[in-house]
């Protein structure tokens, strides 16, 4: 069994950790244009929209600073999603709370499994 730290820091994690950023940056920038293009002159909206395409600047950042095999932003993503995922749970009932718990617990998933099947063909 390969230890778990090895894993971790491996060169196909961080690409799959990329390709999964670029997945959900992709989903919040589209989020975003969406909602501008939806606005009504709401100030929630627009902020959510703002909001969204902030996010997936982000995303995309990160996700290309791991790709590149930088340690210091997979901390970061992790952390980030972390935080993310605690204020999604702290938002009123309503507001994208099962959205956003569905494409954490995707992610959640997809990185479990990967981690999984990686200790076992070690």
């Known amino acids: 069994m390969k230890p778990l730290k090895e894993i971790l820091l491996s060169p196909r994690f961080m690409r799959e950790v990329s390709l999964l950023l670029f997945f959900f940056a992709a989903l919040s920038f589209l989020m975003g244009i969406l909602l501008i293009g939806a606005v009504n002159s709401e100030p929630e909206v627009m902020g959510a929209a703002v909001g969204g395409i902030v996010q997936a600047l982000v995303y995309a950042v990160l996700g290309v600073m791991i790709r590149k095999g930088s340690i210091t932003a997979l901390w970061i993503a992790g952390v980030l999603f972390v935080l993310d995922a605690a204020f999604q749970l702290l938002q009123p009932s ?25 200790r076992i063909t070690a």
């Open 94 to 118: 309503g507001k994208g709370l099962g959205a956003g718990i569905v494409s954490r617990g995707i992610l959640i998933y997809v990185l479990v499994r990967y981690i999984r099947r990686e």
